[in-house]
C-alpha cells in the first residue's frame, strides 16, 4: 500500500515563507501527478499546484507567482515552497498522488489512485 505524508506547516507571519513536503512511502515504481490541495474551516477542499512526472505544473490563480511546485522522483517526494503568505492562505494542504505504480507484497504490480496524506496545518497570522 501506498502512504503519503506532509510536513513543514506551521504559524507564520503574513509576507513570510514556508517549505511544505511530502513523501509517498511503500514499494513505488513511479506516480504520475502530485498535487497540494487545502480546505480552510467552511470551505471545500480546493487544487493548489499540481505537478506531472514530465514536469508540467497547474497552480491556482490565487497562488500563482508566489507559490512554486517542485517534485524529486527518484525519492517520491514534493515540496510546495510558498511565498508572500496570506492570511487567506490559512488551511490545512493535503498532499495527493494519483497513478501510483507500486508493487505489493507478493511482487504483484498494481496502480493505487487518488491517495492522500493526513494534511499539515498551516496558518497566517500577526
Known amino acids: 500500500q501506498v502512504q503519503l505524508v506532509e510536513s513543514g506547516g506551521g504559524l507564520v507571519q503574513p509576507g513570510g515563507s514556508l517549505r511544505l513536503s511530502c513523501a509517498a512511502s511503500?514499494?513505488?515504481?513511479?506516480?504520475?501527478?502530485m498535487a497540494w490541495y487545502r480546505q480552510a474551516p467552511g470551505n471545500e477542499r480546493e487544487l493548489v499546484a499540481e505537478?506531472?512526472?514530465?514536469?508540467?505544473?497547474t497552480y491556482a490563480d490565487s497562488v500563482k507567482g508566489r507559490f512554486s511546485i517542485s517534485r524529486d522522483n527518484a525519492r517520491n517526494s514534493m515540496f510546495l515552497h510558498m511565498n508572500s503568505l496570506k492570511p487567506e492562505d490559512t488551511a490545512i494542504y493535503y498532499c495527493?498522488?494519483?497513478?501510483?505504480?507500486?508493487?505489493?507484497?507478493?511482487?504483484?504490480?498494481?496502480?493505487?489512485?487518488?491517495?492522500w496524506g493526513q494534511g499539515t496545518q498551516v496558518t497566517v497570522s500577526s
Open positions: 495527493n498522488a494519483d497513478q501510483v505504480a507500486y508493487s505489493d507484497d507478493y511482487g504483484h504490480r498494481d496502480y493505487q489512485y487518488d491517495c
Open positions: 511503500g514499494n513505488i515504481f513511479s506516480i504520475n501527478v
Open positions: 505537478m506531472t512526472s514530465g514536469g508540467t505544473t
